[in-house]
């Protein structure tokens, strides 16, 4: 048995003839007769009654005819889900990133242009975000800094400075600086994120650099704590300028004199790069950027 013999059956059975069959599936009769031949001698059983009227179904052939009806109807389904798969007016997009701030916008102008595809966002530390990408559990991530593997694809993205903060009723707020040096950071009440965080790193690699010795009082896991930390005046936080939202808590300083930048990069598996819900959000991605990024 194979689907075409199914096919030509269940043409057969809804036409109630050999010829409208041989019409509706466009192929000769005499295939369709040697399919439904085949059928019937591979399971010794008659599935038609052959007659001067036409053609009638036996007992086996309209259980049969009512299978293959089932099989068609979902065959049908399924290309029409592919269809609309292809065409985003259904599907899903999954997401990792390491920070809501960048990404967000982003989705934002995909869902407004592919508003039936269903979005999962997923939140986490670089670690997490590439063990969700190499593990398949998303299908594009966003993460500061990157290193190279040859199963992803890695874009850079968007480059943004690494920021100092503090409260607004800080003295260096208070006495109007919009930018800092390193050197005015030695004996400030330091608070940073984990050793993991990419940030951290690249502020560290400036210090070590600059032979400036800073030392943190706190350490935290999550740029929301961090935020939360600063604004509460326990001390100065630094943060990627893109990760840090808008609050009139905290004041916002340039490092002077130092390459302090971290780069954003779009990553996808290179096996999973031509799904179309992919290809639709690399082009929204960097439409987007063009527009707002610098």
């Known amino acids: 048995m194979n689907l ?24 000769s009769q005499p ?3 040697a399919h439904i031949k085949a059928l019937e001698e591979s399971y010794e059983t008659g599935l038609f009654r052959r007659g001067s009227k036409g053609v009638e179904l036996t007992e086996a052939g309209v259980d049969l005819a009512v299978l293959t009806r089932q099989i068609f109807a979902l065959e049908l389904e399924a290309s029409e889900l592919l269809s609309a798969t292809r065409a985003l007016t259904r599907g899903n997009l999954r997401i990792a ?31 997490k975000v590439t063990a969700d990408l ?21 874009l850079p993205f968007n480059t943004h400075n690494v920021v100092v903060f503090c409260q607004r009723d800080h003295p260096f707020a208070m006495a109007g600086k919009k930018t800092l040096k390193l050197t005015e950071l030695v004996g400030e009440r330091m608070i940073w994120r984990e050793p993991q965080s990419l940030t951290r790193q690249v502020f560290e690699a400036a210090c070590k650099k600059a032979r400036v010795s800073i030392t943190p009082v706190m350490e935290v896991e999550s740029r929301e704590t961090l935020l ?16 840090l939202p808008a609050d009139n808590r905290i004041q916002v300083f ?30 929204v991605a960097e439409e987007f950027c063009q527009r707002i990024c610098r």
């Open 31 to 33: 295939a369709v007769t």
């Open 228 to 243: 939360e930390v600063v604004a509460a005046g326990l001390g100065l936080g630094i943060v990627s300028s893109h990760e």
């Open 254 to 283: 340039d490092v002077e004199e130092s390459q302090l930048e971290t780069t954003e990069y779009m990553l996808t598996l290179k096996r999973r790069r031509h799904l179309r819900v992919v290809k639709e959000f690399h082009k």
């Open 4 to 27: 075409s013999q199914l096919r030509a059956f269940n043409a057969v059975a809804r036409e109630g003839s050999f010829t409208r069959a041989a019409e509706r599936l466009s192929i």
């Open 134 to 154: 190499l593990g398949e559990r998303v299908d594009v991530a966003m993460q500061t800094g990157w290193e190279e593997n040859p199963l992803v694809e890695a």
């Open 97 to 127: 990133a390491g920070s809501p701030y960048f990404i967000v916008p982003i989705l934002a102008a995909f869902q407004k242009k592919f508003p039936a595809v269903h979005i999962d966002l997923k939140i986490g530390n670089s670690r």
